[in-house]
């Protein structure tokens, strides 16, 4: 089996930075696509729920004028 680690990589000031989320997944279950978890694993809505508040927190912080 093949895992990936779930994380978000997002750019300000051309530096690239990662946000680790803290699960890993069997790559059969990652969507590409729509980069989301596949509805067949079985945790799929709970991570795909945590993805969506982590990637609105970080939305809001490289929107933020710091």
Request: charged residues 25%.
């Amino acid at each position: 089996m093949i895992y990936t680690l779930l994380q978000l990589e997002f750019q300000k000031n051309s530096r690239s930075n990662y946000h680790y989320i803290g699960h890993y997944i069997e790559l059969e279950y990652w969507n590409e696509k729509n980069i989301r978890v596949r509805k067949s694993h079985p945790n799929a809505a709970n991570l795909n729920n945590l993805l969506v508040k982590k990637l609105s927190k970080a939305n809001k912080m490289l929107i933020s004028p710091k």
